[in-house]
C-alpha cells in the first residue's frame, strides 16, 4: 500500500470543509492522512471539531507577531515541525506571502466558491446574483503568489434558482465544496512524490 501524505489543514472559521476532508481521510485507503489543523483565530470552531476528531490543532494567531513574515515563520515551523507534505486552505482567510507559498509549491490546495477563472476574490455569490449569472459553483486549485489564479484541479458546478438569495447559493454551493474537497485533495495525493 502506498504512504498517506501527511497533510495539515488550515482553517480560520468553521471548518465545514475541513470536517469533510476529516471524515474523507477516515478510511485507511485514502491517500493523504489528516496530521495537522492550525487556525488564525484562536477561537475557531473548527479547532474543536479537530480536537474531537482527535487531530493535533493548533491556534496561531497572526495578532501575535509584529508582522506577516513572523507570522507564517511560526506557521512554517509548526509545518515543518509536522512532516507535512500537503496543505489545504479551507475557509483560511489570510492571504499568504510569495515567498511562504514559493516554498510550498504545488502542495498548497485552496478551494474558492466560483468556477475559476470567474469570480476571483470575495463575495462571489453576491456578484454571480447581480450578474445574473445561471451556473455557479466551486474550484479546487493549487495556491500561488497571484490570489486565486493557480492551476485547476477540480471543479463543481450548481444550478443558480429563481428566487436564490445569497444564503440559499452560498449553501448549495457548500455543498459541493464539501464533496468536491475530499475527491480532489485525494488526485492529488496520489500524485504528488513524497517530501
Not at 434558482?161 to 474537497?181: F, K, M, P
Request: with cysteine; proline share 5%; charged share 20%.
Amino acid at each position: 500500500m502506498t504512504t498517506r501524505r501527511r497533510t495539515a489543514i488550515l482553517i480560520s472559521g468553521r471548518g465545514t470543509n475541513m470536517a469533510a476532508l476529516i471524515e474523507a481521510a477516515r478510511d485507511p485507503s485514502y491517500p493523504a492522512e489528516i496530521f495537522l489543523v492550525i487556525s488564525n483565530i484562536p477561537t475557531a470552531k473548527g479547532l474543536e471539531t479537530a480536537a474531537a476528531a482527535g487531530i493535533k490543532s493548533l491556534a496561531v494567531s497572526h495578532k501575535d507577531y509584529l508582522d506577516k513574515s513572523m507570522f507564517e515563520a511560526a506557521l512554517s515551523y509548526a509545518l515543518n515541525e509536522a512532516k507535512i507534505e500537503l496543505i489545504c486552505l479551507a475557509g483560511f482567510m489570510r492571504v499568504l506571502s510569495a515567498n511562504f507559498v514559493s516554498h510550498w509549491t504545488g502542495r498548497i490546495l485552496n478551494i474558492h466558491p466560483s468556477l475559476l477563472p470567474a469570480y476571483r476574490g470575495l463575495d462571489t455569490h453576491k456578484r454571480v446574483l447581480a450578474d445574473g449569472m445561471k451556473e455557479h459553483g466551486c474550484t479546487v486549485h493549487f495556491v500561488v503568489s497571484e490570489l486565486d489564479a493557480g492551476p485547476i484541479v477540480a471543479q463543481a458546478t450548481v444550478p443558480v434558482i429563481d428566487g436564490d438569495t445569497e444564503e440559499s447559493l452560498s449553501a448549495r454551493v457548500l455543498i459541493a465544496e464539501n464533496r468536491l474537497y475530499p475527491e480532489a485533495l485525494a488526485k492529488v495525493a496520489k500524485a504528488i512524490a513524497p517530501l
